[in-house]
């Protein structure tokens, strides 16, 4: 599981479920705002604008 955190407190949360990914981004009082599963290659993309529109390129989603 990795979570990056937002800068309003919201996060975001990537579990590893076999070949998916679920993704789940809450706001800053933990409230569910979206849940997506998605295959890896799918979520490339997703993760990567993730990362660059917070600003937290972290190492630990590289692999995924």
């Known amino acids: 599981m990795v979570t990056l955190s937002a800068t ?3 996060t975001v949360t990537v579990n ?4 998916l990914l679920d993704i789940h981004v ?4 933990g409230r569910t705002i979206a849940t997506v599963t998605r295959r890896p ?3 490339v993309f ?4 993730i990362r660059r529109k917070s ?3 972290s ?4 692999g995924w």
């Open 41 to 43: 290659e799918e979520a």
């Open 55 to 57: 600003g937290h390129e």
């Open 46 to 49: 997703l993760l990567s604008e």
């Open 59 to 62: 190492r630990e989603l590289a």
């Open 26 to 29: 809450r706001d800053s009082s």
């Open 16 to 19: 590893r479920y076999g070949e």
């Open 8 to 10: 309003d407190g919201g």
